[in-house]
């Protein structure tokens, strides 16, 4: 039975359907992103996960797991600043990249 702190947790799942020609480019910068997430307060742990999609694209799944919501928005700032230094758009890379994301935020079911 999960006592009070694990009761709390968050976790942050991301999945994304990319191509292959994309798969170097786009794995640096989810590995990049992770170093920082893993440098943060409230970070337990992550994973990075592939699987083959087709002949074309593969689907890389990410999650990380926080001691609870609160920590997120923090973190989100910290990845935030780190794209602005470093001239990263997120969204426009994803774009011309031509990967598909799914994005979210979930709470385990008790």
Avoid: C
């Avoid at 359907?17 to 480019?25: D, K, L, Q, S, Y």
């Avoid at 592939?50 to 694209?57: F, G």
């Avoid at 426009?92 to 031509?98: F, V």
Wanted: zero cysteines.
């Amino acid at each position: 039975m999960p006592d009070s702190t694990t009761s709390q947790r968050i976790y942050r799942l991301d999945k994304f359907i990319v191509p292959t020609t994309a798969r170097e480019e786009f794995l640096a910068r989810v590995k990049a992103t992770h170093q920082i997430l893993n440098e943060q307060p409230g970070f337990i742990q992550d994973f990075l996960l592939e699987q083959p999609h087709d002949d074309k694209s593969f689907v890389l799944a990410t999650l990380v797991e926080w001691e609870n919501s609160s920590f997120i928005d923090s973190a989100r700032a910290v990845v935030k600043e780190m794209h602005q230094k470093t001239g990263f758009n997120a969204q426009e890379t994803i774009a011309r990249l031509g990967i598909k994301a799914e994005l979210g935020t979930y709470q385990r079911i008790r």
